[in-house]
T-cell receptor, first 114, second 117 residues
């Protein structure tokens, strides 16, 4: 019953450092998403993927990169961390067809850039 | 323009009170889906309910009920006899149908519910 698993749960980075947030799902979902949630705000879509090898930008992609080499994994990379990227990051997945499918979320990664 | 508006930023009630969380959405599509998610203090997002645009029947699940009204573009969520465990941030979301089957979600900014003992 793992669902969507994100690692790490917490991380502190210095400005300019890089890191990869890991996300894996075991539900064989084709669609995967990365969101960020700033304090007191809703979720904003960073990147999404409709299947292995296919990714596309969401609302706030600047400063991030993604890859999707397998159905299960969808890592998010920060190349040059900036204070504005301090946020909680959520990975989600949904089943193949139709916009009626709920998105299943991981527990989030709380990231602080100092 | 906001696709999903949750005008109530924070609501505080005393245990056993009823509380309604408002959600107003905006879309030009005739086929769309609405969702509610709960985010407890532990931080995870929990899926609560999904409704499609063709089904305006209200739904009840235990102490939870949802009122979907297309005429006012609203999808409100009521908790009856609230409990401390209901304290969380609640998000309303809209999903619009697209030709490529990609379901992009538009989330509201959330309503923080505080239920005091």
């Amino acid at each position: 019953n793992a669902g969507v698993t994100q690692t790490p749960k917490f991380r502190i980075l210095k400005i300019g450092q890089s890191m990869t947030l890991q996300c894996t799902q075991d539900m064989n979902h084709n669609y995967m998403y990365w969101y960020r949630q700033d304090p007191g705000m809703g979720l904003k879509l960073i990147y999404y993927s409709v299947g292995a090898g296919i990714t596309d930008k969401g609302e706030v992609p600047n400063g991030y990169n993604v890859s999707r080499s397998t159905t299960e994994d969808f890592p998010l990379r920060l190349e040059l961390a900036a204070p504005s990227q301090t946020s909680v990051y959520f990975c989600a997945s949904s089943a193949l067809t139709g916009s009626n499918q709920p998105q299943h979320f991981g527990d989030g990664t709380r990231l602080s850039i100092l | 323009a906001q696709k999903v508006t949750q005008a109530q930023t924070e609501i505080s009630v005393v245990e056993k009170e009823d509380v309604t969380l408002d959600c107003v959405y905006e879309t030009r599509d005739t086929t769309y889906y609405l969702f509610w998610y709960k985010q407890p203090p532990s931080g995870e997002l929990v899926f609560l309910i999904r409704r499609n645009s063709f089904d305006e029947q209200n739904e009840i699940s235990g102490r939870y009920s949802w009122n979907f009204q297309k005429s006012t573009s609203s999808f409100n969520f009521t908790i009856t006899a609230s409990q401390v465990v209901d304290s969380a941030v609640y998000f309303c979301a809209l999903s619009e149908a697209r030709g490529d089957n990609f379901n992009k979600f538009y989330f509201g900014s959330g309503t923080k519910l505080n239920v005091k003992p």
